[in-house]
């Protein structure tokens, strides 16, 4: 529209959390001092005020890690960990400690580095307008370092590597330098799709679902697809991760390494403190789901895929440790 300027979502997003994340956190310091003013004349009040304490750290919790997932999608990296830092910090903090200003000043000095004044990049708002909507959750740089830190790529030999959900092409960028690799992917989104074209050494643009790629032509798979659920041929609702893993693990070929997304939600949900039992079962069964399927294409196609075990064992630990959460806070909901 004519005169009005261009907005991205995510720093929309932020604006708007930035506000709450303030207002939560002067909320939990009016408590705790309502808290220490009952708390020797009047038990219930104090009680019931520190109840409405507890339930402020939660929502501020919350806050703070959906920012993060905002400060991932504006690539504000080095902002992001420290939301994963205080989140976690804040859900450890006691709340009847009288040290509440080192917590305030934290969280003050971390909401007012959010690109929400024009300080973001321009090329970085132009490209990410529509991310968020289309379930757009590029990888972390650091997890990529440390993929590449459980990589042993061939020595002089080529090795193709494949992306169906590229996004920018950077993931696929960093893994590919001085590897002797060749880079190709697939983005849906034009823009996004474009930039890859300048980091990957061949990009489609459009969907993958209906692209024609030759079947086991790559010795590494990278997914981290986009977690929708979304309508299906039939009317139903189908989840789009589920469908990227099934219809592109025939690209990988015999003996090839599957680099799969689970992993960083998993410990996403850990390391942000998740109080939704709901959330942690559905990641949990997420995981043997993956586990039955990973078992599946073994004895039917019986591919070596020696790099996807370590993974898994990672999976599993991380699936053990959200079910002992989810009933631990069950049992803490039921006393």
């Known amino acids: 529209m004519s ?3 261009e907005r ?3 720093v929309e997003e932020l604006k708007s959390l930035q506000s709450s994340i303030a207002d939560l956190t002067q909320s939990m310091v009016i408590q705790r001092a309502r808290v220490e003013k009952y708390k020797d004349t009047d038990l219930a009040a ?3 005020n520190f109840s409405l304490l507890q339930a402020v750290r939660r929502k501020l919790a919350e806050a703070i890690g959906k920012a993060r997932l905002f400060l991932m999608e504006a690539e504000e990296y080095q902002n992001a960990k420290t939301a994963a830092m ?4 804040l859900l450890r903090f006691d709340l009847m400690s009288n040290v509440y200003r080192p917590v305030y000043d934290a969280i003050q000095d971390f909401i007012k580095k959010f690109p929400v004044d ?9 490209r990410l307008m529509n991310n968020v909507r289309l379930g757009y959750y590029p990888t972390d740089p650091d997890n990529i370092s440390l993929i590449l830190r459980g990589i042993q790529f061939p020595e002089e030999v080529t090795t193709n590597l494949f992306d169906p ?4 092409g950077k993931a696929l960028r960093q893994l590919a330098p001085g590897n002797h690799c060749y ?3 697939v983005e849906l989104d034009e823009s996004r799709a474009e930039e890859a074209q300048t980091r990957l050494h061949r990009v489609g643009s459009g969907s993958f679902f209906f692209s024609q790629i030759s079947h086991e032509a790559f010795h590494l798979l990278f997914l981290n697809p986009p977690y929708l659920s979304v309508l299906n041929e039939f009317g139903g609702r189908t989840r789009h991760e589920k469908r990227f893993l099934i219809e592109s693990l025939p ?3 015999y003996g090839g390494l599957l680099v799969y997304g689970y992993q960083e939600r998993c410990d996403y949900l850990i390391q942000s403190g998740s109080q939704s039992p709901a959330v942690m079962d559905r990641w949990v069964l997420k995981v043997q789901g993956l586990e039955e399927k990973k078992k599946h294409y073994e004895q039917v196609l019986q591919r070596e895929l020696d790099g996807l075990d370590d993974e898994f064992n990672t999976l599993k630990f991380l699936a053990q440790e959200l079910q002992v959460r989810a009933n631990s806070i069950r049992f803490q909901k039921a006393a």
């Open 118 to 126: 024009g300080t973001a990049n321009a090329a970085v708002i132009g």
């Open 251 to 253: 690209h990988l070929m």
């Open 183 to 185: 880079a190709y992917g």
């Open 8 to 10: 991205c979502y995510a």
């Open 3 to 5: 005169g009005q300027p």
């Open 86 to 89: 205080l989140q976690a910090g």
């Open 46 to 48: 104090a009680r019931d």
């Open 165 to 168: 959900c590229c996004g920018c």
